[in-house]
């Protein structure tokens, strides 16, 4: 497989994204260069591309993927992966806000610590933290887990809809209609699978599982105070 | 969605030039209007002012205006003024004067005018220059690559709550509290509450602008005896609504963040080398080498930069 490089620089995204598209088209591994913290780089990368970043990358970077293998080489913006429903995306360093937003698939692997509202929304796959998840991550998760190796933030899982909060470590506070559950060797065998592959597997970990408790789900007006804390 | 940014340099240098690439590579966050306030060499004495009168073609009769005020308050314009024009209907100047014998009085009395013409910066060293249009355009008319200085702030506007001019652009001075200035990325839910109890104790608003509260909030609060450490920790609390601010004095640059912690901030600081943005792209622009990025996205975050590596006291 060729490799191909893309200068990011000042050039129009647009371009910048169609040259990628192009090279991975034609079967090419494309490395990005010159990356700039720039916004929307490789949106939409097809299933089977390769595509490295190097250095950091602005807001949205891998949105939309649909199968493609996309390597950070330092920090992402916000909302990395944003929509993606295949793929694997790795971080090398810290992911912005919403890392993850409304994702329906993939896997999404940051070495560093991610932002507030890490898997914000998210309807399915796999996001996985070595460090640190911040301020309310998980907020509203539909489906699919949030892996957090380093702890969590304030506000931990708010409002979980029937996603998963995984964190080892300690979490600083638990968001509204949370329960924190012990989980079975089933469940974190499921998980070290998810683990296993990035060779992050650690048997003596002391996990907690965070899910919904469901208050949230119908609206009842004794809970209705439980509601104005969102 | 607005963009903000601040830079700090170590010695006084191009930060009109930083300022304007910071706020070019956040245009897309809003270009209704752009705004920079550049703090300059400090003088001794009298006092910088820019602003904007309404319509160019009473331009001298606005100006034979305010000087009369200024000479009830014992002071004088003490060079000629410069002016700027172009197509639009508004001009913008810059007045040097020397010291009104009361400064808040003086500004009092000439706000009268802000029907014609209004002060949109008044300090030692402060000076706002804003105007609508982007980032290159509004520093191509009014120079602002070429400022010197040890800090500013920069604003790129886009215009939810009031009139696309510029007077309800940022940067806000903090009327009357010379050399204070703020940038705001949001929008302030109770401003006409709190607009309404500073105006009681006689405090003067010349835009419909949410976010001129704030620069005068957080003075008000320093006048009552808090640091300002202390002052922006209690906006978080007091102040209603989505907000990343940023406030500069010619000590520094402080910046508080609401409690939901909507707007991001980032920073790069290079041995007290200082630039802040929105957006990471922004920074980048100053650094461009990669380097490490601080992520203020936590709720509830304030801090305070000093200029020249002086530690503000907390």
């Given amino acids: 497989m060729s490799e191909h490089i893309v200068d990011v620089g000042k050039r129009h995204i647009k371009e910048i994204n169609e040259e990628i598209q192009d ?39 891998g949105g939309l993927n649909v199968g493609a293998t996309i390597d950070i080489e330092r920090n992402c913006g916000w909302a990395l992966g944003e929509g993606m429903s295949k793929g694997m995306i790795t971080v090398g360093g810290r992911a912005g806000m919403s890392c993850g937003a409304a994702m329906i698939g993939g896997t999404i692997h940051v070495k560093g610590d991610a932002g507030p509202r890490c898997g914000v929304a998210m309807k399915g796959g796999n996001i996985v933290v070595e460090g640190k998840i911040g301020y309310q991550s998980g907020f509203m998760a539909h489906a699919g887990k949030i892996i957090a190796l380093g702890g969590a933030g304030e506000s931990c899982a708010d409002a979980l809809w029937q996603g998963e909060v995984w964190v080892a470590g300690e979490v600083e506070s638990l968001g509204v209609d949370v329960n924190v559950v012990e989980p079975t060797a089933e469940e974190v065998a499921e998980v070290d699978k998810i683990l296993e592959p990035i060779g992050l597997v650690d048997s003596s970990r002391d996990w907690r599982k965070m899910i919904s408790g469901q208050r949230l789900w119908y609206f009842e007006s004794r809970d209705a105070s439980a509601w104005l804390m969102i | 969605m607005c963009g903000i940014a601040g830079r700090i340099l170590n010695a006084p240098g191009k930060v009109g030039n930083d300022l304007v690439e910071l706020m070019d590579a956040q245009e897309h966050r809003g270009a209704d209007s752009t705004g920079f306030a550049v703090y300059g060499i400090p003088r001794d004495t009298g006092y910088v002012l820019r602003g904007m009168g309404f319509d160019k073609s009473r331009m001298d009769a606005d100006l034979e205006a305010f000087r009369a005020v200024l000479k009830e308050h014992k002071a004088d314009m003490i060079a000629d003024p410069r002016i700027v024009t172009d197509a639009h209907k508004h001009y913008c100047f810059r007045i040097e004067i020397s010291d009104p014998a009361d400064l808040a009085a003086w500004v009092r009395d000439a706000d009268d005018l802000s029907g014609q013409i209004e002060i949109q910066s008044c300090g030692r060293s402060l000076e706002i220059i804003k105007d609508t249009g982007g980032a290159e355009e509004v520093a191509a008319k009014h120079g602002v690559r070429e400022m010197i200085g040890t800090h500013g702030l920069g604003h790129a506007r886009l215009a939810t709550e009031s009139s696309v001019l510029p007077n309800a652009s940022h940067p806000f001075w903090a009327r009357p509290f010379s050399d204070v200035a703020i940038v705001h990325n949001g929008q302030i839910t109770d401003y006409f509450t709190w607009r309404d109890r500073l105006q009681r104790m006689g405090y003067r608003f010349l835009t419909e602008n949410d976010s001129e509260l704030i620069a005068v909030w957080v003075s008000d609060q320093m006048k009552a005896g808090l640091t300002m450490a202390q002052a922006l920790k209690k906006s978080i609390t007091s102040i209603d609504g989505v907000f990343t601010y940023m406030i500069a004095t010619p000590q520094g640059i402080g910046f508080a963040k609401d409690r939901f912690a909507m707007k991001p901030l980032v920073v790069i600081d290079q041995n007290g080398e200082l630039a802040m943005a929105t957006e990471e792209q922004a920074v980048r622009r100053v650094f461009a080498d990669e380097c490490d990025v601080i992520n203020y996205d936590g709720p509830s975050l304030t801090g305070i930069w000093g200029v020249g590596n002086q530690k503000v006291a907390a």
Avoid: M, W
């Fill in chain 1, 23 to 61: 090279a991975c088209a034609q079967g090419k591994k494309v490395r990005v260069i010159n990356t700039l913290s720039r916004h929307n780089l490789g949106i939409g990368l097809p299933d089977g591309a390769e595509v490295s970043f190097e250095g950091s990358v602005g807001y949205y970077c």
